[in-house]
């Protein structure tokens, strides 16, 4: 089965700046990857998502780039804000299945 | 549009009893998957539902067991509850053709004792 890993699991940055966190996958018939920030307490909120025809696609300060190559798909934070502060999943999916698997999550941290 | 909510919010549990947890998704929807969350196990797969058929299920035990009705509503059950059982139990709604988007629900946090 698919297999996500997720890096870093942590990642603290200052308000303003950037921030970029990875995930791998392992079945190469994966062609729907989508991001989720989850807020304590809070349901996992979709943010942004990427399908296997599209190498990047961005969304005001958010973007996703997927290199099906590699396996990998990133997100990219710019500008990042107090209230971007959470933790954000990565997921996988093949085909028509709506079985997403996670990556392990990254508590991003941005820093007043 | 309303989105997927679960009742109950919040369940404690003995060992050993069942529990049923609800979930209706947005309206259209009639695609349900049900996750578990954990701290050591993250977010977890448990069945997809459409349709009021099973069309997916993860790696977990028999004693996990769901349903999805004609309205599209969904509930899951769990027999014979585990300490390890103690968990967020998250189900997601969407569309089934066209946008393959997950919407979560807020989620049952459900407590073993």
Redesign the interface.
Known sequence: GENVEQHPSTLSVQEGDSAVIKCTYSDSASNYFPWYKQELGKRPQLIIDIRSNVGEKKDQRIAVTLNKTAKHFSLHITETQPEDSAVYFCAATSGSARQLTFGSGTQLTVLP | KAG?TQTPRYLIKTRGQQVTLSCSPISGHR?V?W?QQTPGQ????LF?Y?SETQ??K?NFPGRFSGRQFSNSRSEMNVSTLELGDSALY?C?S?VDQGP????????TRLTVT
């Open positions: 997927v695609s998957s996750y993250g977010l977890q797969f997809e459409f069309r997916n993860g998250l997601a969407s393959w988007e997950q919407y979560f629900g807020p989620g």
